[in-house]
């Protein structure tokens, strides 16, 4: 029994994996659909960063990288509205940070500088 558990585990996992390699596509600046991602690099000392997302099955996904003190946008198209996210920032000289978790379900937004694990979060009502 436990093997049949351990089987349809790995079989689940491995399709919410592929699922997610499918549907997300590339990362684009900005762009209409999906989840918009703006991430300020406001790291001290100042570092370029390389931006992911990931959420609670263990996908994750290249965003873009960001030159210090510069901003960007990004579009997300998440597997699941109900899956936790993290936003995770990983600096040119080795340091990484991760963002306080969300849930993409009813946002349109979401705004995160490294510095703070803090994101701001914008409703779909607020960008209507």
């Known amino acids: 029994m436990h093997g049949k558990r351990t089987a349809r585990k790995l079989v689940l996992g491995l ?23 703006r991430v300020t ?3 001290v000392p100042p570092a370029s960063i390389t931006v992911w997302i990931t959420n609670e099955m263990g996908s994750r996904r290249r965003l873009g990288t960001i030159a ?15 899956m ?16 306080d978790a969300f849930v993409p379900a009813g946002i349109a937004a979401v705004i995160w500088g490294p510095r703070s694990p803090v994101l701001r979060l914008e409703s779909s009502r607020q960008s209507q």
């Open 41 to 43: 690099n406001d790291l």
């Open 84 to 99: 936790e996210h993290r936003l995770v920032a990983e600096a040119m000289d080795g340091r990484e940070i991760t963002s």
């Open 68 to 82: 210090p003190d510069a901003q960007q946008e990004f579009s997300y198209s998440p597997v699941s509205q109900s």
């Open 15 to 37: 399709a919410a994996l592929m699922v997610t390699a499918c549907a997300s596509g590339t990362a684009g600046a900005g762009g209409s659909g999906g989840l918009r991602v």
